[in-house]
């Protein structure tokens, strides 16, 4: 009967940290992660003299409480530091992502295609099989 108690205290006490062993995070762990974040892109857009309106037009998913908190202080600590804004340097157009590798590939077989001066036209799978 004393071994009853010990395997229940050892089964207890797996069951409560299975989620960290597991690599789950918890409720606080993903709050605390979104703040960090909120503020972290709050201070970049700052530091690139971006408007706070903006920088939640920019970034929607993100916390407004935590990128206002981030934007404020990097606000006083370049006040404090008499720092200067970097403004952005990349044009819209150049800091999109691309939507996946397949349209990178695309796009490189696109590029050697046209290298003299002739584009050739690709057929699509569907037009290969008649539909």
Known sequence: MPRLPVIAVLASLLVL???????????????????AEGKAIGAAC??????????YTLNRKADKAAVYAGWREMDDYMRENKLEPVPPQLTPDVAKPKASDEDEESAVAEDESTKDGTKQAKASPRKAAGH
Not at 17 to 35: F, P, V
Not at 46 to 55: F, P, S
């Open 17 to 35: 940290s299975g989620c960290d062993l597991l690599g789950i995070e918890g409720a606080t762990a993903i709050a605390a992660r979104k703040e």
């Open 46 to 55: 700052r530091n690139a003299a971006r408007a706070i309106e903006d920088c």
